[in-house]
């Protein structure tokens, strides 16, 4: 008789979930969202077919939960049905907490925005037990409650230490303006001329290649800016937008502009922070620049910024100047100064692009890879990069339109308030105790989806641009404008030799830093590599959440994956 052949045993539907969730795991490790997703919604798949009993539901927390954190910026709505998952599975904490913030996050109307209360009201129920989602639940309801005058409801917030935070007439748009008002901070509305304007806009578009080959929006990518020497400058918009800048800016003695771009579609705000990076020896005080610089291309959502006189060196706020959002409007102010954005409201994007200018080079003592296609300060154009391109439309000479005005100034105590509702004095800003990390809490959501604009503007933009190519004289799109492919010519033939051999030779000569790479001093390495944020650890606070590698803020999904596999495994521990 023939021996029978034996059947090989099929794995369980939990079996193979866990095996496409460690898969997912290792995916994100490497960066690889993609492949995350897909071993996550076989995960996903799988468990849908299992027997329901302890260990599915423990699975499907964590899978659902997982999911929801890398669909929030492609597909919202799937990821709230994700995260109701995961809370319909065991009551977790964390889908609760996401499931809210999320909601709020899409709230098209004031109205829909306080129908999230309860949820945000079950996410604290749900936070009872779990001292971790129980203080990122307080800040989040903080934060909705301050901006309806009730902040004082959350009595968490006084556990965790906190004692003042944004009052309720600086998030919701109130504060009293003090026009005119001598201070450190200038306006200058109709900063660029249209075809600059024009240009700048459509290079920094929603769909444009700056952001996807960047990464821009990724849980995986942190803060990037780019660095131009300011003596090897050529004919590009570009170039001649920050040009312009510089001269408005009246730092007459930069060598060198640093700049980056913000594209948001709510008002989420941007945590107090300096503009720094560290001092060239250990130990020594971190550099500013000589002045910093926001020029608003859209400002359609979002709330003003604010500059206030506190430095590294004084640690106290006494005054505080506005400079609300808009279109073709240039800020400048000193490159010392804390600062950062207020929520605000608002239907749209808002497309902001900054430049700082230095008296020294800011790569110096941050040892960033000089073959890096992003990252701090990388020395511009970046190697291997199709979309410097866009930038290289040449516009003719630029002047930043008219003298400028002082920015308003607002009285402190209109902007801070103390929890427990006495007047906020004068004071540092950025102790433990200061309630205003939670502006970003509902997370930046500006990335893109592949092959078009998120918002329907590429749509509307499209005969816009046309036109204005007509008027301008441009029978053809720019290089790769428009057309779905990469430009044709080389580096060298957009910028020209020699300005990339004056790059080259710029690269040759970079210093280092001197932090002693033996030292036992940890925290000296640690503000070393800090690179944007300089300083010590309680003195500077990041200028962007991706900053602090291993500190990203809980709704982003490097942290969501592994705090879900944390849980994953105790519990597999337990049931062992």
Known sequence: MPKRKKQRRQASPCARAMEDYERALQALEVGDETAALQSLNRADASLRSAPRDDVQRDLVAEVALARGALLEVDDPAEARRAYERSFASDGNAAAALRSARLAWKGAATPHAADACEPLLERARRAAADDADARGDVAELLGRFLAERGRVGEVGELAELGYDRTFSEKALRGTLRETPGATGPARLYDDALPAKALRALRRALRPSARYWRETGYGSPAVGFFSFTHRLDAMTGSVLDTVLGAIWRASGARDAKFVEWWAHTRRKGDGHALHYDSVPGLTKGSAPRHPLASTVTFLEASVGGPTLVFDQTVGNKVATRAWLAAAKPNRLLVFGGALLHGVLP?????????????????????????????????????????????????????????????????????????????????????????????????????????????????????????????????????????????????????????????????????????????????????????????????????????????????????????????????????????
């Not at 608002?346 to 230095?358: D, H, I, Q, V, Y």
């Not at 992003?374 to 970046?382: D, E």
């Not at 900053?547 to 592994?562: G, L, V």
Request: aromatic content about 6%.
């Open 344 to 576: 605000g409201n608002g239907e749209g994007r808002r497309t902001t692009f900054m430049a700082n200018f230095w008296a020294s080079d800011p790569r110096a003592g941050d040892a960033s890879d000089r073959e890096a296609t992003r990252g701090t300060n990388i020395l511009y154009p970046p190697p291997d990069c199709t979309w410097p391109a866009d930038f290289s439309e040449p516009v003719g000479r630029v002047e930043i339109g008219g003298a400028g005005v002082n920015a308003p100034a607002v009285p402190l105590t209109d902007v801070v308030t103390r929890l427990d509702g006495r007047e906020a004095g004068p004071g540092d800003l950025l102790t433990d105790g200061t309630f205003f990390d939670c502006l970003e809490t509902l997370g930046c959501e500006a990335r893109v989806a592949a092959g078009g604009a998120d918002d329907g503007s590429e749509t509307l933009e499209a005969a816009e641009w046309a036109s204005e190519d007509a008027r301008d004289g441009r029978q053809n799109p720019l290089i790769g404008e428009r057309t779905g492919t990469c430009p044709t010519q080389s580096l060298e033939d957009v910028y020209g030799a020699d300005a990339l051999a004056r790059r080259e030779q710029h690269d040759r000569d970079l210093p280092t830093v001197t932090v002693d790479s033996d030292s036992s001093d940890d925290e000296a390495k640690m503000d070393a590599s800090w690179g944007r944020n300089g300083g010590t650890s309680d003195q500077v606070m990041a200028r962007d959440w991706t900053d602090e590698d291993d500190e990203t803020p809980p709704y982003k999904a490097k942290r969501s994956i592994r705090e879900a596999a944390t849980r994953a495994r105790a519990r597999r521990r337990r049931r062992n």
